[in-house]
Nanobody, 121 residues
Framework: QVQLVESGGGSVQAGGSLRLSCAAS????????MGWYRQPPGKQRELVAT???????NYADSVQGRFTISRDNVKNTVFLQMNSLKLEDTAVYYC???????????????WGQGTQVTVSS
């Protein structure tokens, strides 16, 4: 199986910055796309950004120009640099990886446990 561990969440004032990290480990054959999703209080989980293993990125309109997703394929790690944070960015942020494990040999999504980001005025 594949395990994802996020770090870097916390509390910040509006306009500030945070950097999230997510490291994948386990019986990894290959990791394809990686990404970040978030779940604001009382709302459904939503896409924030994704990145392919070749570096192509996709962003939600609400974070375009403020957030940057990147990855280190050697370390199986994905990052999310969040700048100009707004109150509405408050959410639990989840790391996602579409990966193939040696134990299964088919692609499936894996999720981290989530990390809280709180933006205050």
């Amino acid at each position: 199986q594949v395990q994802l561990v996020e770090s870097g969440g916390g509390s910040v004032q509006a306009g500030g910055s945070l950097r999230l990290s997510c490291a994948a480990s386990g019986s990894i054959f290959r990791i394809n796309a990686m990404g970040w999703y978030r779940q604001p209080p009382g709302k459904q989980r939503e896409l924030v950004a994704t990145i392919t293993n070749s570096g192509s990125t996709n962003y939600a309109d609400s974070v375009q120009g403020r957030f940057t997703i990147s990855r280190d394929n050697v370390k199986n790690t994905v990052f999310l640099q969040m700048n100009s944070l707004k109150l509405e960015d408050t959410a639990v942020y989840y790391c996602n990886a579409r990966a193939i494990a040696y134990t299964t040999l088919y692609e499936r999504p894996y999720w981290g446990q989530g990390t809280q980001v709180t933006v205050s005025s």
